[in-house]
């Protein structure tokens, strides 16, 4: 990659349920030369609110992993909320449990999503790298 060209960042927001489809997706990411960040980036100690901010701040995308307790995540709903106000694309991703109309109401409601359900982690992460880089993020 030329230095002269950032990285795409990739936000992943999820809940504990979605988290090996996180650390999956975070490997596959480096590998195709983009970065992702996540909670477990997150120093003991440190704001978790500001790291958020700071983090959406600078994102090119966020990858929402939409699982059965997602609907009650706060940070999750928080993530979204900033990530639409700032017009930065969000790609929902339904995993097992969810229902294809849980994502089609509330905040997600409004994105298009891949459905991941009934894939294994390191499919799921195959097919949003491929979603990603569909959509203009990443080396092409």
């Known amino acids: 990659m030329d230095e002269r060209t950032p990285r795409v960042s990739v936000f992943l927001s999820f809940t504990s349920q979605g988290r090996v489809y996180a650390r999956a997706l975070a490997a596959l990411l480096s590998s195709a030369d983009m970065e992702a960040w996540f909670d477990e980036i997150v120093q003991p100690g440190e704001s978790v609110e500001a790291a958020l901010r700071h983090a959406l701040r ?32 969000v790609l929902p991703v339904l995993l097992d449990g969810v229902d294809a109309t849980f994502a089609a109401s509330g905040v997600l409601g409004q994105y298009q999503a891949l459905d991941a359900r009934n894939l294994s982690a390191p499919l799921a992460a195959a097919r949003i790298v491929e979603a990603v880089q569909h959509m203009g993020f990443g080396p092409k």
């Open 58 to 89: 600078s994102t090119s995308l966020v990858v929402v992993f939409v699982t059965p307790d997602a609907s009650t995540s706060r940070w999750l709903n928080f993530e979204v909320g900033v990530a639409t106000g700032r017009d930065v694309p």
